[in-house]
């Protein structure tokens, strides 16, 4: 008799030893997840402020009437870390996810309100889980 308790509580505790393993690889895979979403989110955000910077750099430009960013015409300017040549520019600043951010400036009375310009911008990043 008293081996079979000793059978029954062998398979007891090989029983709760693979319930606990089988919640910790839940718990873990869920917590990678959380991260890598985490993770992902903040290069989204990056990049929604590194194209809000772009949009506010063209707007000092052309209210400074910089020659690269003309009051005429159309046309698309590169923000990069580095790297960049005229009339594209180099911005240290841009976190590392960034790869670059393309700055677009309509032509004039393109914008909503007239005599007005519509600008807009995106950041190209890169995600590595």
């Known amino acids: 008799m008293s081996n079979n308790r000793k059978g029954v509580l062998l398979f007891i505790v090989l029983g709760t030893i693979m319930v606990v393993a089988i919640l910790s690889t839940i718990i873990l895979r869920i917590i990678l997840t959380q991260s ?36 005429t015409g159309e046309y698309t300017r590169i923000m990069r870390r580095s790297g960049s040549t005229s009339p594209d520019f180099n911005e240290p600043n841009l976190p590392g996810s960034i790869n670059s951010v393309e700055i677009t400036v309509y032509g004039p009375n393109s914008g909503p309100v007239t005599g007005t310009r519509r600008i807009s911008a995106k950041a190209i990043y890169t995600y590595t889980p």
């Open 36 to 71: 890598r979403l985490t993770h992902h989110q903040l290069s989204r955000i990056q990049g929604q402020y590194a194209a809000k910077a772009g949009i506010n750099y063209a707007l000092e430009m052309l209210r400074v009437n910089n020659a690269n960013w003309p009051a």
